[in-house]
């Protein structure tokens, strides 16, 4: 299996534009994670996904985010419009939750985003 | 709400030595706790899981305690290598999160092995 897929690796772009950010869980996963991570705050928990349906979307800093998983094997993570503090590593994790939530995450390599 | 605490100042052992690395949390009684190793420029890789009801865990040179409590897991490096030198992130299980797999991840501490 190639692993967690995230695209673009890196991308660069002015404030007020939209970033679309993307990700391929592994296949057979069931659970989503999209995390943030910057220096001053570490690894946060954006919002994640179980069987394609959002189930806790607490961790979006604002409207301007929203995530999609329109099918088991993409989801999306939009940004819409940019501002210079959106700026951090945005990785994308996938799980096979059994159910006991005793579950190993496998992340993506993340995406850098710097808005200017 | 929960917190996790991580020593936020670098580890830096000498090779051969064991690293011992700590993570608090407060607010909380985690029903299991992670342990990840994070390389720079790459996303977190898991290293072990431990219950609650475990005290100890292992896996080659790697041993993970948890003590409830004092609210506290030690994570433990033996025989310490310079490839052993990364970011170690210690996660728990979301306040609330049922069985849904929910981590809240610490700060971590970046471990550097010196040759």
């Known amino acids: 299996d190639a692993g967690v897929i995230q695209s673009p690796r890196h991308e660069v772009t002015e404030m007020g534009q939209e970033v679309t950010l993307r990700c391929k869980p592994i296949s057979g996963h069931n659970s989503l994670f999209w995390y943030r991570q910057t220096m001053m705050r570490g690894l946060e928990l954006l919002i994640y996904f179980n069987n394609n349906v959002p189930i806790d979307d607490s961790g979006m800093p604002e409207d301007r985010f929203s995530a999609k998983m329109p099918n088991a094997s993409f989801s999306t993570l939009k940004i819409q419009p940019s501002e210079p503090r959106d700026s951090a590593v945005y990785f994308c994790?996938?799980?096979?939750?059994?159910?006991?939530?005793?579950?190993?995450?496998?992340f993506g390599p993340g995406t850098r985003l710097t808005v200017t | 709400s929960q917190k996790i605490e991580q020593n936020s100042e670098a580890l830096n052992i000498q090779e051969g030595k064991t690293a011992t690395l700590t993570c608090n949390y407060t607010?909380?009684?985690?029903?299991?706790l992670q342990w990840y190793r994070q390389d720079p420029g790459r996303g977190p890789v898991f290293l072990l899981l431990?219950?609650?009801?475990?005290k100890e865990k292992r896996k080659e040179r790697l041993k993970v305690t948890f003590d409830t409590t004092l609210k506290q897991s030690l994570f433990h490096i033996t025989a310490s290598q310079p490839a052993d030198s990364a970011t170690y992130l210690c996660?728990?299980?979301?306040?609330?999160?049922?069985?849904?797999?929910?981590?809240?991840f610490g700060q971590g501490t970046t471990l550097q092995v010196k040759p």
């Open positions: 994790a996938s799980s096979l939750t059994s159910g006991s939530g005793v579950d190993e995450q496998y």
């Open positions: 996660a728990l299980d979301g306040y609330g999160s049922g069985n849904t797999g929910k981590l809240i």
């Open positions: 431990i219950r609650e009801n475990e």
């Open positions: 607010n909380y009684s985690p029903a299991y």
